[in-house]
């Protein structure tokens, strides 16, 4: 069964606004991790954020903020201020208690206009 | 600073021809992970090491095999390579899930390969 779901094969956002990439996950496990990745053309995968299911408040970090809402099943990320270098690949991963494996979303393309 | 190291970034073959890619780290992870990602599509997990312990997946085809001689290296084999496995290989590591801070640990990924088959 899928385990994480990105609905959004590409976006585009207009420089400087605030945009929101969909992820909705799938697991029964009560302990898990959910991790947003950028990739950008040159191929490296960035970490950017990461959101426990423990933890009662949102993660940020600097222009990055994930929205966890943990009855829905969903860790959607929102850059705020979008900038050209934030056109690329982003990626939702989920880390649950199977092994020591990381469930990938298919992606969605982001692309900022000037 | 630690980092995950792969070499060679670019690395061009022969159909057929055997190719080895490496992977070395500098964290002291013991979880390393192979991903072959093709155009515009997520990593998709080949195998990974728990220390020595060797997990394939499923769908990984034989042609593909690893190596772990210690924890800082591990190699990805393809025996036989074909057209199809043209992509970028990337490498990862993170700590298991029972170094106590499990969920929270990312993987940190190599670079990447991009492996050309001719």
């Known amino acids: 069964a899928q385990k994480i779901t990105q609905t959004q094969p590409g976006m585009f956002v207009q420089e400087k606004e605030a945009v929101t990439l969909d992820c909705t996950y799938d697991?029964?496990?009560?302990?898990?991790?959910l991790f947003w990745y950028k990739q950008p053309s040159s191929g490296e995968m960035i970490f950017l954020i990461y959101?426990?299911?423990?933890?009662?408040q949102n993660a940020t970090e600097g222009r990055y903020s994930l929205n966890f809402q943990k009855a829905r099943k969903s860790a959607n990320l929102v850059i705020s201020a979008s900038q050209l270098g934030d056109s690329a690949m982003y990626f939702c991963?989920?880390?649950?208690?199977?092994?020591?494996?990381?469930?990938f979303g298919s992606g969605t393309k982001l692309n900022v206009k000037p | 600073d630690a980092m995950v190291i792969q070499n060679p970034r670019y690395q061009v073959t022969q159909f057929g021809k055997p190719v080895t890619l490496s992977c070395s780290q500098t964290?002291?992870?013991?979880?390393m992970y192979w991903y072959q990602q093709k155009s515009s599509q997520a990593p998709k997990l080949l195998f990974h090491?728990?220390?020595?312990?060797?997990?394939n997946e499923a769908d990984t085809p034989d042609n593909f095999q690893s190596r772990r001689p210690n924890t800082s290296f591990c190699f990805l084999d393809i025996r036989s390579p074909g057209l199809g496995d043209a992509a970028m290989y990337l490498c990862a590591t993170s700590r298991d899930r029972t170094s106590g801070v499990f969920p929270t640990d990312t993987q940190y990924f190599g670079p990447g390969t991009r492996l050309t088959v001719l």
């Open positions: 991963a989920m880390r649950d208690n199977n092994f020591n494996k990381f469930y």
């Open positions: 697991t029964s496990d009560p302990s898990y991790g």
């Open positions: 964290l002291n992870h013991n979880v």
């Open positions: 090491y728990y220390d020595k312990d060797f997990n």
């Open positions: 959101q426990g299911s423990y933890d009662q």
